[in-house]
């Protein structure tokens, strides 16, 4: 009975404290403490607790804060996946020395975009991508619609993996946080590289479905269209039977910033 009685006594010690922390939780987040943390960035939506109930992942008051969706870039060593998601994000995921003076990445890189519409350009013209930090409703550049304040349709976060064999370890670990991936083929090389074979096998493995192919360098084959059309069917062979089959293939030069509009538009309307 004393044991009993022991046990008894600890459980109610136990919830007495999970219920002074959660209320003293709850008095941190009040609404003063709220509205100072939302002052802090003005140029983003407020956000408070009576909007919960009509949330959702694509709600302006979330996407102006935090990025819904977790994007990963696959694909061979040097096919481009770090510079395609600088070219969307404005964000370098090549941080530490040694991957600076290697020039590949070796650890998981992180960096969150956001993607905005401009209802009067057609598509895929009308899509614009702006580091995660930007406001909800920024000006147009396109000199066709300056002037115009565009809408806030994605926040993406990129999960951007090695493609060096030795690192294929990292890049499964990176799959695992995978909503969706874009996977990088060199237009300039024949195709499939191992690690593309291994990334794509990786990914099925993970049963992601949501992938976009992006047939990168295009510039480097831009004056010999027979090499660009062979490396595309090299691209058709390699997918056909696999769950990117159906994928669209995108031509991008993530170094000129060439077609980063289109892949917006695939971001925001292949990938639900």
């Not at 802090?40 to 302006?60: D, G």
Request: glycine letters at 4%.
């Amino acid at each position: 009975d004393n044991k009993t009685h022991s046990k008894t006594t600890t459980k109610q010690k136990i919830s007495k404290l999970q219920t002074t922390k959660m209320e003293k939780s709850a008095d941190r987040l009040s609404d003063k403490d709220i509205e100072t943390l939302m002052s802090k960035k003005p140029n983003l939506s407020k956000q408070a607790f009576e909007q919960i109930p009509e949330l959702h992942v694509l709600s302006p008051h979330v996407i102006s804060r935090q990025a819904t969706i977790n994007i990963g870039t696959i694909g061979h060593v040097a096919h481009g996946k770090s510079k395609v998601v600088e070219a969307i994000s404005g964000v370098s995921t090549i941080k530490f020395r040694n991957e600076k003076v290697r020039n590949i990445t070796i650890y998981l890189g992180y960096a969150n975009a956001k993607i905005y519409k401009a209802k009067s350009l057609p598509a895929p013209d009308c899509y614009f991508s702006y580091p995660s930090d930007t406001e909800d409703a920024p000006l147009c550049p396109h000199p066709q619609a300056k002037g115009e304040k565009m809408e806030l349709v994605r926040h993406v976060s990129f999960v951007d993996c090695p493609g060096h064999d030795v690192l294929m370890a990292t890049m499964l670990t990176g799959a695992a946080v995978m909503d969706a991936a874009l996977l990088l083929i060199a237009a300039n090389m024949p195709c499939p590289q191992p690690q593309t074979s291994e990334h794509l096998a990786a990914v099925e493995i993970m049963k992601l479905n949501n992938i976009i192919i992006l047939q990168n360098k295009v510039d480097l084959v831009f004056k010999d269209e027979k090499a660009a059309m062979k490396n595309y069917e090299e691209i058709k062979a390699f997918i056909k039977g696999t769950r990117a089959e159906t994928s669209p293939i995108i031509p991008i030069s993530a170094q000129l910033k060439y077609n980063i509009d289109a892949i917006s538009h695939y971001i925001c309307e292949h990938i639900p």
